[in-house]
């Protein structure tokens, strides 16, 4: 099994955004701001990623047809604002988030989005690891990571559905740990499934499991 990079060329920047999608964004943004300034103790391992280059992103593999399939995952959701663009994109999405409090937002969010927007969006929200346990050595593998949470079980039982039956993955990793959420996809997830990361000032990455 390899990991194929596949480019996404900077005039993704140029797409335009559906009007849930950017109602969404502006909402999220405001309530993320209000959250951290009300909370001293916001988990240390939470920074939202750029929403717009996410959605554009999203748009670029539908309208590409990198798909094989709609489940979308995201691990480490903060907020769920990944998990919810890729709800409005018409994906089965699943956001899972250690920090309980976060995941209260990620609910909040979405209720406020389906009312406001008038979408009905399918999206759902686990706390615990998304790190599968039963995987050979991942947890080891783990122990290197500043800024993943390796003491929480995971929740694919709760979810009903394992690592394999995605199609498609987000994360955010910190710098310099992005290794590990490949080593995540590559040992657990289904061929020809991808994983798409955010990677700070070098923009979105996304790779095919092939
Ligand atoms: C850099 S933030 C990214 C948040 C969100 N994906 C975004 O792009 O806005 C990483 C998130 O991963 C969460 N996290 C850390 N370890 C985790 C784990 N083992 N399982 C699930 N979430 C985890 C943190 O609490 C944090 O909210």
Known sequence: MTLQTIDIP?????LPHAREAAGLIDLANDRIETFMLANDRVTENFVPCDFHLLDQSLTWIT???????RRFCEFGSGFGV??????VQQMDSVGIEIDSDLVDQSIDLCHAVGSTESVDLTANFYCGSFIPRNTHGILELAKDMEHVDTHQGDV?????????DFDLFFAFPWPGEHHFFEAVFQAGAATNALLLTYRGRDGMHLIRKT
């Open 10 to 14: 900077d005039s993704i920047k140029d």
């Open 63 to 69: 309208q590409n047809n990198l798909l094989t399939g």
């Open 82 to 87: 990944a998990t919810l663009l890729a709800a």
């Open 156 to 164: 694919y039982q709760e979810i009903g559905l394992a690592l394999e």
